[in-house]
């Protein structure tokens, strides 16, 4: 009778929890949040020189966008990590004025305006504090409390 | 150039993505996006002088009003991001709450 309670009790927890499977966010990640600091210096770097020839500046561009390719494909394919991965792809869309669309404006003027560098740097950087935000928000462990108590009790 | 005009323009329209985009959300994620409103406010008419007074480009001008823009999208990802993690700190409250139920009934 015991083993009976115990099971729908175990059942029902289960309704629940897959009940709330939508609520899933993958846990805080290292890598994610030191390299999303180094792409966001490098990138700010990067966009202090724009007032220099695209050109001649071909290779660190390059660079940088081997590297952001790497973090959305690492991105991509971890669980439950939708936000931040389309975080990732508004960032290096074409036609959203972050990364991707900042190279594309320095690359058809040739060199940018001094002013104009500094406030794209800051609508950029206000992008990448967000992601570093959120990850930092996210749970520093897996709460599994419901497998917890099943191994518990078997 | 009529600054006024310009701004009140731009700020209908990011009214406008606000409106259906956080009709839902309540608290501190609200409280955030009206943050970023205000914000909003200041660049826009800090641009508008920068283009008025030639510093920057027709181009960068439209360039930057563009990015504020994206950027209310990148704030409404992180919004919804922190309203699920929250949302999964009450479901881990709630099979607690279960699981001391099922114990202290065993």
């Known amino acids: ?154 | 150039m009529d600054i006024d005009k310009i701004f009140n323009q731009l700020k209908e329209e990011l009214l406008g993505i606000f409106n259906n985009s956080f009709k839902d959300l309540k608290g501190e994620a609200k409280k955030d996006l009206e943050e970023f409103l205000v914000q909003s406010e200041e660049k826009l008419r800090r641009w508008t002088l920068l283009l008025a007074s030639g510093d920057i480009t027709q181009d960068e001008f439209a360039w930057l009003v563009k990015s504020q823009k994206d950027l209310m999208l990148f704030h409404t990802l992180y919004a919804t991001g922190v309203s699920k993690i929250k949302l999964g700190h009450f479901k881990n409250k709630v099979i607690k709450t279960i699981i001391s139920t099922i114990i202290a009934l065993i």
């Open chain 1, 1 to 154: 009778m015991k083993t009976f309670i115990k099971s729908v009790l175990i059942i029902i927890s289960v309704f629940v929890l897959n009940a709330c499977q939508t609520t899933k966010t993958a846990i805080f990640d290292q890598y994610t949040y030191q390299k999303t600091i180094e792409i966001k210096i490098e990138t700010e770097s990067l966009m202090d020189k724009a007032n220099t020839p695209y050109n001649q500046n071909l290779q660190e561009i390059g660079e940088l966008l081997q590297e952001v390719k790497t973090v959305m494909e690492y991105e991509k394919n971890r669980p439950n990590n939708e936000i931040t991965y389309n975080m990732w792809r508004l960032l290096c869309e074409k036609d959203k004025n972050f990364i991707v669309g900042f190279l594309n404006q320095w690359q058809k003027s040739g060199t940018v305006s001094t002013t104009f560098i500094p406030e794209a740097k800051g609508q950029i950087s206000e992008a990448f504090d967000l992601l570093i935000k959120y990850e930092v928000k996210k749970d520093k462990t897996n709460q599994g409390l419901l497998s917890d108590f099943i191994n518990a009790n078997n």
